[in-house]
């Protein structure tokens, strides 16, 4: 039995009277890739914050790495090993692909103090880390603005990893894709599973989690209604699942009266 890189037990998060997540309960093993799915309005922003730093849990416990981790900022989070991409993938449009990879992390040279940033070696290590991660991109000096949104996304997931990340989650990572381009985010997701990093993928899209996921937790109106692992669980007992179960058949009921 290995240790969950990251656990929640009986998390509750509450805004005033508002309750956001009830009762959650997860394990995020190392060198899987563990789907959080839900519709809008599930909880499912609300649980990357706490993952990530930015909220802390009203009650329950967070373990990371079976130890109980009280973050106050995402900062403490990623000193952890927890690294967040989220859509807005925090990369400037108009910098080089090689600046955005080392943005806020520049490599120094001479006299650290100085803040003379080592240009050469940047663009060496970025070339290298996205090769390593099946990325070969034609230059390291575009604007990062040039690539497509799946490329985009390749680049973040390969930064997470080169520093650190013992634990990468992903906001919604293909919710804006087309086919091809989701395609590319999701082999690179595998990328960086099979580096033995623990993968947490937060998607409405069960196709997408299907494809990639190891186990699938349903989150519903803040609770967790829900836990499949592969291999127990097919495409359509998951789409069922979460679109509602009885409500799904009720409702392809109601429709194919009306179109009648």
């Known amino acids: ?29 190392p060198g899987t890739v563990t789907c959080v ?24 416990e967070f373990l990371v ?15 952890r090993g927890i690294a967040t991409v989220f ?3 925090a990369t400037v449009a108009l910098m080089s692909i090689w600046r955005n990879f080392f943005l806020g992390n520049e490599p120094k040279k001479w006299w650290k103090p100085l803040g003379i940033m080592d240009t050469k070696l940047a663009k060496e290590i970025t070339k290298r880390e996205l090769l390593a991660m099946g990325i070969d ?25 080169h520093f650190g990340a013992k634990v990468l989650i992903l906001d919604e990572p293909t919710s804006a894709l087309g086919v091809r381009q989701s395609g590319i985010v999701l082999k690179y997701v595998l ?44 495409l359509d007992e998951l789409i069922k699942a ?9 409702l392809t009921h109601e429709i194919q009266v009306i179109r009648k």
């Open 87 to 89: 859509q807005d993938l």
């Open 242 to 250: 979460m679109a509602g179960g009885a409500e799904l058949e009720q």
């Open 191 to 234: 990328a960086a599973r099979d580096r033995g990093v623990a993968v947490v993928f937060i998607t409405h899209n069960p196709h997408h989690a299907f494809l990639v996921g190891d186990r699938f937790y349903l989150l519903n109106r803040g609770r967790m209604i829900a836990d499949f692992q592969r291999g127990k669980v097919e």
């Open 1 to 29: 039995m290995t240790t969950p890189a990251l656990e929640l037990v009986n998390v509750t998060k509450s805004f005033g009277n508002v309750t956001a997540l009830n009762n959650v309960s997860l394990k995020v093993e």
């Open 137 to 161: 991109l034609r230059d390291s000096n575009q604007a990062i603005g040039t690539l497509s949104g799946g490329e985009r996304q390749a680049v973040a997931i390969a930064r997470a990893v």
């Open 65 to 79: 790495e079976g130890e109980h981790a009280d973050f106050s900022s995402p900062r403490d989070a990623l000193h």
């Open 37 to 60: 799915l839900g519709d809008n309005g599930a909880g499912k922003s609300t649980l990357i914050k706490v993952l990530a730093g930015v909220h802390k849990p009203s009650s329950g």
